[in-house]
């Protein structure tokens, strides 16, 4: 099945500064990878995903990139705000409708 | 509104009580799932739905069962709760692949 690994768990960046975590997936038919935002005690939301046909996409403070070849996938979010403070998990899926397997998460700190 | 909902949203029950976790949706979406969230190890799948009757197990199925009767309901069904069933509960729903997180509900086995 499916293995996602997720890097780093914790991160601790300068308000604006940029962050950036890093998966890598097992499966190469995966074609589907989004990105959750999880604030404390809410539930995860979605904040950017990326299909296997795209290398790159950008929504204002933040981006993903995918690397097929390489089987990874990386979040990067510029001009850090506090509200971006959270925990965020990457996940991939590889047929539409079926298992969504979580990387286990990063916590971000953004430091006034 | 369009959202998920999941009852109850906080338990506390005793090892072996049988408990059922209701999640209901309201986009019409074929695809639902269950997910437990624990420290340290993100979220996994107990089970998912790709329709009405249509189950299937995801990464950690044991001690969980799902049915699907329609197309809105998903409930969770815990025969008989071990205290390591104690976590945080999501369901989601989808059209295609974009799943939308229902609120959560802490459960503690005791």
């Known amino acids: 099945g499916e293995n996602v690994e997720q890097h780093p768990s914790t991160l601790s960046v300068q308000e604006g500064d940029s962050a950036v975590i890093k998966c890598t997936y097992s499966?190469?038919?995966?074609?589907?990878f989004p990105w959750y935002k999880q604030e404390l005690g809410k539930r995860p939301q979605l904040i950017i995903d990326?299909?296997?046909?795209?290398g790159e996409k950008k929504d204002q403070r933040i981006a993903v990139t995918l690397n097929k070849t390489a089987k990874h996938f990386s979040l990067h979010i510029t001009e850090t705000q506090p509200e971006d403070s959270a925990v965020y998990f990457c996940a991939a899926m590889n047929v539409v409708g079926e298992k969504l397997t979580f990387g286990t998460g990063t916590r971000l700190t953004i430091i006034p | 509104e369009a959202q998920v909902t999941q009852n109850p949203r906080y338990l506390i029950t005793v090892t072996g009580k049988k408990l059922t976790v209701t999640c209901s949706q309201n986009?019409?979406?074929?695809?639902m799932s269950w997910y437990r969230q624990d420290p340290g190890l993100g979220l996994r799948q107990i089970y998912y739905?790709?329709?009405?009757?249509?189950?299937d197990k995801g990464d950690v199925p044991e001690g969980y069962k799902v049915s699907r009767k329609e197309k809105r309901n998903f409930p969770l069904i815990l025969e008989s709760p071990s205290p390591n069933q104690t976590s945080l509960y999501f369901c989601?729903?989808?059209?295609?692949?974009?799943?939308?997180f229902g609120p959560g509900t802490r459960l503690t086995v005791l």
């Open positions: 990326i299909r296997s046909n795209v």
């Open positions: 989601a729903s989808s059209l295609r692949d974009t799943q939308y």
């Open positions: 499966d190469s038919a995966s074609n589907y």
């Open positions: 986009m019409n979406h074929e695809y």
């Open positions: 739905s790709m329709n009405v009757e249509v189950t």
